[in-house]
């Protein structure tokens, strides 16, 4: 069966370290791997994009890095803030262009 | 940047009683849209994938005369809950997706979401 997992539901960290999500997937093939940022009661945001061929991505703190033999992603966060603090959703696309599907979700709380 | 309203952002009705919620593309067309529902604490369960011009495709176990889904033009999709019920409150996500819309790969645009209370 196909299955998208990410780490712990919920994550804490001190602030100013690193924060390391991950996503598992099981039975799909993405052409791309999408990790999304909600806050509470708002509608998910779009972060940052890896394609297949890629190994890592990088925009100001964050980071992604893609495993196609791993079937794996993970999302760094360096220098975490309090502002950082939401829950993070990681999405497959396997560029059918009808469907992307959504990983269950990591809460991220950083400590001050 | 690439942004969707969707409204009401939060509305209460009796049961019984239909809902309409929509979803605009302000500045940008959207062929595809998709309609999720969300329960506290979980992910987003898809419920349909709306197409402009043509009739939406609902998720299996979503039912589609209770929640009427339109994709009149290229940027508004409603979803529209019939005869509603206790039941059907939760936070409903509307997204539209932007082809090509970052260094050619499609990513998605999400509204604020619509909280329904149905008393």
């Known amino acids: 069966s196909q299955k998208i997992e990410q780490n712990s539901e919920a994550l804490n960290i001190q602030e100013g370290k690193t924060a390391t999500l991950t996503c598992n997937y099981t039975?799909?093939?993405?052409?791309?791997l999408q990790w999304y940022r909600q806050d509470p009661g708002r509608g998910p945001v779009f972060l940052l994009l890896?394609?297949?061929?890629?190994k890592e991505k990088r925009k100001e703190r964050l980071k992604v890095t893609f495993d196609t033999t791993l079937k794996q992603s993970l999302f760094h966060i360096t220098a975490s803030q309090p502002a950082d603090s939401a829950t993070y959703l990681c999405?497959?696309?396997?560029?059918?262009?009808?469907?992307?599907?959504f990983g269950t979700g990591t809460s991220l709380t950083v400590i001050p | 940047g690439a942004v969707v309203s969707q409204h009401p952002s939060w509305v209460i009705c009796k049961s019984g009683t239909s809902v309409k919620i929509e979803c605009r593309s302000l500045?940008?067309?959207?062929?595809?849209m998709f309609w999720y529902r969300q329960f506290p604490k979980q992910s987003l369960m898809l419920m349909a994938t709306?197409?402009?011009?043509?009739?939406?495709?609902?998720e299996q176990g979503v039912e589609k005369d209770k929640f009427l889904i339109n994709h009149a033009s290229l940027t508004l999709s409603t979803l529209t809950v019939t005869s509603a019920h206790p039941e059907d409150s939760s936070f409903y996500i509307c997204?539209?997706?932007?082809?090509?819309?970052?260094?050619?790969?499609?990513?998605?645009?999400f509204g604020a979401g619509s909280r329904l209370t149905v008393l």
């Open positions: 997204s539209a997706r932007r082809d090509g819309g970052y260094s050619g790969a499609n990513v998605l645009t």
């Open positions: 039975n799909y093939s993405p052409a791309y």
């Open positions: 890896i394609r297949e061929n890629e």
């Open positions: 999405a497959l696309d396997e560029n059918t262009g009808n469907q992307f599907y």
């Open positions: 500045d940008f067309q959207a062929t595809t």
């Open positions: 709306s197409n402009e011009g043509s009739k939406a495709t609902y």
